[in-house]
T-cell receptor, first 109, second 114 residues
Framework: GIQVEQSPPDLILQEGANSTLRCNFS?????LQWFHQNPWGQLINLFY???GTKQNGRLSATTVATERYSLLYISSSQTTDSGVYFC???????????FGKGTSLLVTP | GAVVSQHPSRVICKSGTSVKIECRSL??????MFWYRQFPKQSLMLMAT?????????EQGVEKDKFLINHASLTLSTLTVTSAHPEDSSFYIC??????????FGSGTRLTVV
């Protein structure tokens, strides 16, 4: 299946700082998602972004499909941004998702 | 729209007993539900796909007899962990296929087998 690699694995930021999370994938995809998993385990859709750039408040994402990577930008981070950020791509045979290992983010006051 | 309700959120059971986890699509019909397992500080791994009206599809390495999946109706999918052992302790989470609102996940079930 498609390999999904995320970096960095861990990140600690002070409140107000900006960060960039990266997702590399091993094959062409037509569906790439970013999720945030909060400390209680709930997964929240952030972006559906197979290509191009999208923005939602302090978060934005860019996918360069031809170069097989996607970036998630977090600006002016807040403590509520803490959690694990996953990149996922749809498996070729259906609608299930193949997740990367995630980036664990801790934002300190 | 597109809410998936998962219960229980947390369960502790004795080794050798069985535990049933339910996922309900509250405001839409789901002919398919995906079940994932997540060990501490690890990623989500697809275990199986339930299909309404037919047998579930299991990923390689997942024991069909241990993890019984049933898709009883267009709004209910269940995962039963049979004869649970400590190594089955994990976070189990379900997801419906994408709708106009994207992918929707249940809130997850943290299973601890003692």
């Amino acid at each position: 299946g498609i390999q999904v690699e995320q970096s960095p694995p861990d990140l600690i930021l002070q409140e107000g700082a900006n960060s960039t999370l990266r997702c590399n994938f091993s094959d062409s995809v037509n569906n790439l998602q970013w999720f945030h998993q909060n400390p209680w385990g709930q997964l929240i859709n952030l972006f559906y972004i197979p290509s191009g750039t999208k923005q939602n408040g302090r978060l934005s994402a860019t996918t360069v499909a031809t170069e097989r990577y996607s970036l998630l930008y977090i600006s002016s981070s807040q403590t509520t941004d803490s959690g694990v950020y996953f990149c996922a791509v749809r498996v070729k045979s259906g609608y299930a998702l193949n997740f990367g290992k995630g980036t664990s983010l801790l934002v300190t006051p | 729209g597109a809410v998936v309700s998962q219960h229980p959120s947390r369960v502790i059971c004795k080794s050798g007993t069985s535990v049933k986890i339910e996922c309900r699509s509250l405001d839409f019909q789901a002919t398919t539900m995906f079940w994932y397992r997540q060990f501490p500080k690890q990623s989500l791994m697809l275990m199986a796909t339930s299909n309404e009206g037919s047998k579930a599809t299991y990923e390689q390495g997942v024991e069909k007899d241990k993890f019984l999946i049933n898709h009883a109706s267009l709004t209910l999918s269940t995962l039963t962990v049979t004869s649970a052992h400590p190594e089955d302790s994990s976070f189990y989470i379900c997801s419906a296929p994408p709708t106009n609102y994207g992918y929707t996940f249940g809130s997850g079930t943290r299973l601890t087998v003692v």
